[in-house]
């Protein structure tokens, strides 16, 4: 709507004539910045805890369900673990689960010296060589049943381990 040719916009421009065609007045002081003017107003957020939200259902969408091995697999992974022992440098690869949503979880592959094979509880502790705060380098325990993969030097295929070769097939 044109409000310059209604009878109230006709007296508006006769009040106000003389400054109408100026232009507008610069600032005294130098406008605020988009980022200062929302810092001020960042403490009365009107969704508390929304961006730690939206980080959390970011990382929750990344997390899997853990995959069985076949029984195959299993064996495969159990004569791997026949031949570590304390003090070799591994490779491992496995289920880590997430702390709240416990079945859901990532693989996580982990490089270090085995400190403790424990075969009554099924598990395996790893040094990594990371230090905490307390200027420490506690081990990272594992469950056997949280494996997938064992890989280092020295650690072969059980044929290889056992000395056993193919022969082959007399027909």
């Given at each position: ?7 109230e ?10 400054i ?130 064992v ?21």
């Amino acid at each position: 709507m044109n409000c310059k040719n209604t009878p109230e916009g006709r007296i508006v421009r006769q009040k106000y004539a003389d400054i109408l065609p100026l232009s507008r007045p610069e600032p005294i002081k130098p406008r605020m910045t988009t980022l200062n003017r929302a810092k001020i107003f960042s403490p009365f957020a009107a969704l508390r805890g929304y961006d730690e939200e939206i980080s959390d259902q970011d990382r929750v969408q990344r997390l899997i369900a853990k995959a069985e091995l076949s029984e195959e697999d299993k064996g495969h992974l159990s004569d791997r673990l026949l031949q570590v022992r304390k003090g070799m440098t591994i490779t491992v690869r496995y289920f880590h689960a997430d702390a709240v949503y416990a079945p859901l979880g990532a693989y996580e592959s982990l490089t270090g010296t085995v400190a403790r094979i424990d075969p009554v509880y099924r598990e395996i502790d790893i040094k990594t060589g990371t230090t905490t705060a307390l200027r420490k380098s506690p081990p990272v325990t594992i469950s056997f049943d949280d494996l997938v993969q064992v890989a280092g030097e020295g650690i072969i295929g059980i044929d290889d381990f056992l000395g056993l070769e193919e022969y082959p097939n007399e027909d």
